[in-house]
Structure formats: C-alpha cells, structure tokens
C-alpha cells in the first residue's frame, strides 16, 4: 500500500501561482508513473500532467506551457507548478501513483481560482 497526501492547494486570483506537493509513503515512488489529475464540479475527472520513471513529461492541451510536473525521488515527492491561473482551473487535484496494475490516489487537494 502506498499512501499519498497532497498538499499545496488554496484560494489565489486569476494569473497567481500555486505548487502542489504530493508525497509518497515509503520509497518506491521512483519506479511508478506519477499523475497530477483534477476534478471539477459536474465534471469528469481528467489527467493533467504525467511524469514517468524516466522523467518525460505530458500535460493536457489546456495547461501546456503554464503547469509544470516535476519529481523528487529521493524525497519521495511529486510536484505541480501551477502558473497563470484562470478561473477554469478551479478543481479538486489528485495525485495518482501508476504501476504496472497498481494505483493509488491521494484525498485530493482544492484549487479555486478567483476571476
């Protein structure tokens, strides 16, 4: 069992910034996929931004060039720098461990962004 507890989340105007941190319990978040996700009242939840083992990279077409997923392993974190904010982008966030079959998630972290 991996737990993961994402922190980082709050209230900021249009155009602020915001870095979620999720960490991981243990040490074996360096073989996973790490995935930010987010979840929207009345909405589906979708994938933001993924990071592998490797550390390559893919965001959805509506945060690239704005949010930045990164990984420490040796701290056993992974991050999401959130920058030039809009409204839109008010969500629950959700960090997400992937290997192989196994997935874990996080208890999700609000982000309201204020036009």
């Known amino acids: 069992q991996v737990q993961l507890v994402e922190s980082g989340g709050g209230l900021v105007q249009a155009g602020g910034s915001l870095r979620l941190s999720c960490a991981a319990s243990g040490s074996i978040l360096s073989i996973a996929t790490m995935n930010w996700y987010r979840q929207a009242p009345g909405k589906q939840r979708e994938l933001v931004a993924i990071?592998?083992?490797?550390?390559?990279?893919n965001y959805a077409d509506s945060v690239k060039g704005r949010f930045t997923i990164s990984r420490d392993n040796a701290k056993n974190t992974v991050y999401l720098q959130m920058n030039s904010l809009r409204p839109e982008d008010t969500a629950v966030y959700y960090c997400n461990f992937h290997f192989a079959t196994i997935d874990f998630w996080g208890q999700g972290t609000q982000v309201t962004v204020s036009s």
């Open positions: 990071i592998d083992s490797g550390g390559k990279t």
